[in-house]
């Protein structure tokens, strides 16, 4: 028998709609997928996706089932719909998470409850000890949860890794990334959750890099500090828009990461962004540049176009996510956005095809001993081999609420993360942990 896994997208909105439906489309016409099911809060953005061109001129025909219905009105939003939806799924489909950042634990642990492999949008969640409970609950009912960090499928990711594991990149030293989305985010639905008590610039963005520091060099970040500076959204609200972070490596390297929503809008590309690593062996230096922004491509058009940001000279990034027409109808989503979630339910499928076949009790132990291999390969980010994002995540959280104090990170059976202390003794110079 052929797994050919539901697909149950739980959030109707941006990702969705520029990344994660498009994908998983162009996996179900494959035939490595089968019904496409997306559940929201309410219709409106379910139409929204249905009536979408450029989805509809990629997938002619192509249909997803929508929860709740087009039609159904969109004052009663049902924030429960999903459990339903998930719930009523056969055991090991999978379930895509895509809402906002602070809901991604209870999709997560319903989905886990009803025994579904996961494919969540980065960050998985925002506490340390919840990446470590989903980690143990998956482990013990045998179901992959993946986290899209799609970076790390750009081959110039893959092939930094390679590299630097292989030694050609001596030891990482210090460095520099920065990530800046542009300005008219200020007047999406960010104004309503990413103010200053729940998020800020350096949770919502740097993680893309400091996941690609780890990913590249294999090193641990072990202090933080993070400062912010305040913007008024046009709603009034507050938000750290700026931030400046400093992460410490357990080797003493330094990644210095900067991240906004200050881009300009009529700046060339869809954001700013790169990063650029310095490293050294015995008498020699090295480098690693990412240029991630302006990726060689230039085009001047007669008219801009109709999305915000759209502008008439464009850096368009070839890279991340576009459709080509490679013919035999409608077009293809190429790039890392795709590669991403096509290794993502990839490796789903080989955790499903391995156990095929086998007693129920057999089968659990090989998809076990699968996650193992998943979390030592580290190719795809897993709750276990990326939890060190959560930790920089509350890291983060507590120094930039608190004047950009430093804020260290333990790891092992006293996981967690404290403010730095500072010892001052008389007659001696200070010293710290
Ligand atoms: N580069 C990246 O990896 C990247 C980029 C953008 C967004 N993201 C992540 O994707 C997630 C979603 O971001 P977005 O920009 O699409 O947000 P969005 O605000 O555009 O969409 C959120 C969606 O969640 C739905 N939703 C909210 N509560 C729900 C519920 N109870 N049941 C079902 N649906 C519910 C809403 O209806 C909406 O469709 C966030 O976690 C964000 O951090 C990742």
């Known amino acids: 028998m052929t797994y050919r ?45 249905a009536a979408d061109a450029m989805l509809k001129k990629a997938f002619p025909g192509f249909e997803f089932i929508p929860h709740p219905t087009l039609d159904s009105d969109d004052a009663k939003p ?14 090991r489909q999978i379930v895509v998470v895509a809402v906002p950042d602070h809901m991604h634990y209870d999709v997560i642990r319903t989905a886990l409850n009803c025994d579904q492999h996961i494919c969540s949008v980065k960050p998985l969640v925002l506490k340390y000890r919840h990446a470590e409970e989903i980690a143990a609950e998956a482990g013990k009912r045998g179901l992959v949860v993946a986290v899209e960090y799609h970076k790390r499928f750009d081959d110039r990711s893959l092939l930094a890794r390679r590299y630097y594991r292989a030694g050609r990149f001596g030891e990482f030293r210090i460095g520099q990334a920065s990530l800046m ?26 993680c893309h890099y400091i996941d690609l520091v780890h990913f590249i060099t294999g090193l641990k970040p072990v202090a933080v500090s993070v400062y912010g500076i305040k913007d008024k959204y046009p709603n009034g609200r507050e938000g750290f828009l700026w931030t400046d972070g400093r992460v410490i490596w357990e080797n003493g390297a330094c990644l210095n990461v900067q991240n906004s929503l200050g881009y300009p809008d009529e700046g060339p590309g869809g954001n700013f962004q790169g990063m650029r690593l310095y490293g050294s062996k015995d008498d020699r230096a090295t480098l690693i540049v990412h240029n991630d922004q302006f990726r060689g491509v230039e085009h001047c058009y007669l008219e801009r176009g109709n999305d915000p940001g759209d502008t008439v000279y464009a850096q368009p990034n070839p890279d991340y996510f576009q459709y080509v027409d490679v013919g035999g109808g409608g077009l293809t989503p190429v790039g890392y956005g795709y590669r991403s979630i096509a290794a993502i339910v ?57 004047d950009a104090r430093e804020v260290i990170i333990r790891y092992g059976s006293n996981a967690g993360v404290d403010f730095r202390r500072y010892y001052l003794r008389a007659g001696a110079s200070p010293s710290r942990e």
């Not at 103010?195 to 610039?201: L, V």
């Open 78 to 91: 049902d924030p429960d719909l999903y459990k339903k939806v998930v719930s009523q799924m056969p055991p």
């Open 346 to 402: 990839g490796r789903i499928r080989e955790c499903m095809q391995i156990s095929a076949k086998k007693p129920e009790r057999t089968a659990l132990r090989v998809r076990q001993e699968f996650l193992k291999r998943l979390d030592n390969e580290g190719i795809i980010a897993t709750p276990r081999n990326s939890a060190y994002n959560e930790l920089v995540m509350e890291a983060g959280r507590l120094s930039i609420l608190n």
């Open 181 to 206: 989305e542009c300005w008219y985010y200020r007047h999406s639905n960010f104004q309503n959750w990413c103010t200053c008590e729940s998020s800020d610039m350096f949770a919502y963005i740097a």
């Open 5 to 49: 896994p539901e697909v149950c997208i739980v959030g109707g909105g941006m990702i969705t709609r520029v990344q994660i439906l498009p994908s998983f489309f162009q996996l179900q016409r494959l035939g490595l997928v089968g019904d496409i099911h997306v559940c929201a809060l309410q219709s409106a953005p379910l139409r929204e996706l």
